[in-house]
């Protein structure tokens, strides 16, 4: 069982990827505050989502304060609406591994997070 560390500050779509991620055998945190966060990171994650479209949380710090604490090769994925271009591109710029869409995470959440722990 790995651990997935979730940023979200919406309260549903985190819920869709729990359920997800819990029916393939993961264990999730829920980060949406500091000591969240940072409870999360003390957990060794196996892989962070992190959603790009947060309102009330700093995930680009957060992003980046994980990728400095796990090294590059860390898997990272942000996601967000499809037509977010500029979240997209502030994901890769703070160090997320891969950013894909809401329809994606949401659809494939599992099957993303195994072929990143396969490559691991």
């Known amino acids: 069982m790995s651990t997935i560390l979730i940023v979200e500050d919406n309260l549903f779509f985190h819920a869709k990827l729990e359920s997800a991620l ?35 949380v700093p995930w680009i710090e957060w992003v980046q304060r994980a990728r400095t604490q796990f090294g590059p090769e860390f898997p990272i994925v942000g996601y967000g609406g499809h037509v977010n271009e500029a979240g997209f591109a502030a994901g890769q710029a703070a160090g997320c591994s891969t950013v894909v869409s809401n329809g994606q995470i949401s659809a494939q959440a599992a099957e993303i997070v195994a072929q990143l722990l396969d490559r691991a």
């Open 22 to 56: 819990k029916r393939a055998g993961h264990k999730t945190i829920v980060a949406s505050t500091e000591t969240r966060f940072a409870q999360g990171l003390s957990e060794s994650p196996a892989v962070i989502l992190v959603s790009v479209s947060c309102r009330t």
